[in-house]
Nanobody, 122 residues
């Protein structure tokens, strides 16, 4: 199995910055992609940023130019640098991974982290 542990959330003022981390551990053969999603109260979970194992990235329009996703493949860790934060960025941020297990490297599985709260005050 795979465990995803997020960290780095917290309270920040409008215009501030935070850096989220998500470390994957377990019986990992490889990780195909790692993404960040967020869910605000009363809203659906949405993709914020994602990165494939090859380094291709994707961003939601609402965070393009303000957020940067990076990945340390050696540590199976993905980061989300969030700059110029706005109150509308307030949400629980979740790490998501598509990975292959040592036992079954030909199959992909999906995992979610437990989430970390990000609150941006006006």
């Amino acid at each position: 199995q795979v465990q995803l542990v997020e960290s780095g959330g917290g309270l920040v003022q409008f215009g501030g910055s935070l850096r989220l981390s998500c470390a994957a551990s377990g019986s990992i053969f490889s990780i195909d992609r790692m993404d960040w999603y967020r869910q605000a109260p009363g809203k659906q979970r949405e993709l914020v940023a994602g990165m494939s194992s090859g380094g291709n990235t994707a961003y939601a329009d609402s965070v393009q130019g303000r957020f940067t996703i990076t990945r340390d493949n050696a540590k199976d860790t993905v980061y989300l640098q969030m700059d110029h934060l706005k109150p509308e960025d307030t949400a629980v941020y979740y790490c998501y991974a598509i990975a292959r297990l040592l036992q079954t490297p030909t199959f992909t599985h999906q995992w979610w982290g437990q989430g970390t709260q990000v609150t941006v005050s006006a």
